[in-house]
């Protein structure tokens, strides 16, 4: 069965970098394009950007740009999503999802997410 | 950047009600929406695509309909397992989500 196992909850000081990871299973990893999407607490789902696995091509969000990274080693199925220059108001859970095996663009695979907190 | 608008932002029915959520695109995005149902300290689950496709698995008191820039969600009878916030995304134009709807049972 399609799995997307994320890495664990991390706490990072403010101006630092956070590197969040996807591991994908059950499905070939280059076949699907692997969105990051987060949601601060209390509040609605953000999306953040996606890579092509098979290209490493990349887009993000206009709000993230010259701040986020996304990569992915094919080699052992996994995505990953850098962002730096942490503010407090990073403070989220990240999630990564797959892209739909019916349509380019919902999303029908979600990881159990990771949450970053940001703070002095 | 297109925007999503999701009305109302809370609801409360009662079970067995039929419940209707509206989102509103600020420009035309086709048919290019998904609905997902997000539990407590879960991820999103995909409910529907392309509008009104209901993904494999979820109930059909779920459905979906419209296109350009209006769109609703309706459960035709809402069951105590639909307590969520429920939330429209659309993708004719990179990917923006509404944001969110959250359904109480009276």
């Known amino acids: 069965q399609v799995q997307l196992v994320q890495s664990g909850a991390e706490v990072k000081k403010p101006g630092a970098s956070v590197k969040v990871s996807c591991k994908a299973s059950g499905y070939t990893f280059a076949d699907y394009h692997v969105f990051w999407v987060r949601q601060a607490p209390g509040q609605g789902l953000e999306w953040m950007g996606r890579?092509?696995?098979?290209?490493?091509?990349?887009d993000y969000a206009q709000n993230f740009q010259g701040r986020v990274t996304m990569t992915r080693d094919t080699s052992i199925s996994t995505a990953y999503m850098e962002l730096n220059r942490l503010r407090s108001d990073d403070t989220a859970v990240y999630f990564c999802?797959?892209?739909?095996?019916?349509?380019?663009?919902?999303?029908?695979?979600w990881g159990q997410g990771t949450l970053v907190t940001v703070s002095s | 950047d297109i925007q999503m608008t999701q009305s109302p932002s809370t609801l409360s029915a009662s079970v067995g009600d039929r419940v209707t959520i509206t989102c509103r695109a600020s420009?035309?995005?086709?048919?290019?929406l998904a609905w997902y149902q997000q539990k407590p300290g879960r991820a999103p689950k995909l409910l529907i695509y392309k509008a009104s496709t209901l993904e494999s698995g979820v109930p059909s008191r779920f459905s979906g309909s419209g296109s350009g820039t209006e769109f609703t969600l309706t459960i035709s009878s809402l069951q105590p397992d639909d307590l969520a916030t429920y939330y429209c995304?659309?993708?004719?134009?990179?990917?923006?989500f509404g944001q969110g709807t959250k359904v109480e049972i009276k």
């Open positions: 995304q659309q993708y004719n134009s990179f990917w923006t």
């Open positions: 420009q035309s995005i086709n048919r290019w």
């Open positions: 890579i092509s696995p098979n290209s490493g091509g990349t």
């Open positions: 999802a797959r892209v739909s095996h019916y349509d380019s663009g919902s999303l029908d695979y």
